[in-house]
């Protein structure tokens, strides 16, 4: 699937965004409940989140050009960003519309259709969460990873009000349904907190998973050899792509060709584990000191693992 193709996605939580605010302001009209009506601002991040979304989907897939040689992949931590801003926002909104029914708590009304409401939302918010994660995962793509968080975060918290709603009816403790709309306001800004964490992290090209460095290590230090060997590996992120960069340390009195032709094959290695790797190789003579100065942060290199062939 194309990067492009993506934004069926985005179109997708649009429409589901759409869905829950309408049946979620439904539900706060219905009943007078600010718990609901937390529920239902919530849903109004995600359509402003969703929409934001679509836009950065459409930018990181635009291919390279003059003006940006790696692509613009680097777009969808904007969005991320975004979303967690905008939750940050609604958390606000929440917490006061809590505090204040907190001191002038009052009654909640129908609610049995109220809740009937509220769960149809919730079902529909939950389905396209499911959507968008697996998606997210397969594609490796950051925006459609913390859209389905944010509305995996929604189904939570809606379950939550619902909870709490019912337990007013039960309990006649009209002050309890502000609680529990508060509680969802600090629920919704640690989502946020971790959604603009991740962004920022995005763009400070923060390096690859400890896991996946494991195993690039594993695979360039299967080609070391008594003549070869490899040091300097850095990686980073960038939205759906990954670069890395490694020194080849070869006998100087290798030709130009044989070099050339050991780079390859070990960046075809790695490309054919890391098809979103970007690998870029610099071919150095062990025998110059300079090969071995201004190495910074790096990716330990692991030993080559012994050849099967070699057993006795």
Excluded at 145 to 168: C, E, N, P, Y
Excluded at 209 to 236: C, G, K, P, W
Aim: one cysteine or more; glycine letters at 6%.
């Amino acid at each position: 699937m194309s990067r492009a193709s993506l934004t069926k996605f985005a179109w997708l939580s649009i429409a589901a965004a759409i869905v829950t605010i309408t049946l979620k302001t439904g539900a706060w009209w219905i009943t007078g409940s600010v718990g609901l009506l937390s529920d239902a601002a919530e849903s109004v991040v995600n359509l402003v989140a969703a929409v934001a979304a679509l836009i950065a989907l459409r930018v990181a897939a635009r291919p390279a050009d003059d003006d940006h040689h790696f692509g613009h992949a680097k777009a969808e931590y904007f969005s991320a960003a975004l979303e967690g801003v905008m939750i940050f926002i609604a958390a606000a909104v929440i917490l006061v519309t809590a505090v204040t029914r907190f001191i002038d708590p009052q009654p909640i009304e129908q609610v049995g259709v109220g809740l009937t409401i509220s769960i149809i939302a919730s079902v529909v918010n939950g389905l396209v969460a499911i959507v968008l994660l697996r998606a997210g995962r397969q594609h490796n793509s950051i925006t459609l990873r913390a859209d389905g968080k944010h509305l995996m975060t929604d189904v939570i918290t809606s379950a939550g009000v619902v909870i709490g709603v019912l337990l007013v009816v039960l309990t006649g403790w009209d002050r309890l349904d502000p609680v529990v709309a508060f509680a969802v306001g600090v629920n919704i800004v640690v989502t946020g907190a971790k959604l603009i964490t991740e962004s920022v992290h995005g763009l400070m090209d923060r390096t690859l998973s400890d896991d996946e460095n494991r195993r690039i290590a594993a695979i360039i230090a299967r080609y070391s050899t008594d003549e070869v060997d490899f040091h300097a590996l850095q990686t980073r992120q960038s939205g759906h792509q990954q670069f890395a960069t490694c020194h080849v340390l070869v006998p100087g009195a290798w030709s130009v060709t044989r070099g050339h032709d050991l780079v390859e094959e070990v960046e075809a290695a790695v490309a054919e584990e890391f098809p979103t790797l970007h690998l870029t190789t610099h071919l150095e003579p062990r025998e110059d000191p300079r090969a071995y100065e201004g190495i910074t942060a790096e990716v330990p290199m692991l030993p080559a693992e012994p050849d099967a062939s070699d057993d006795g």
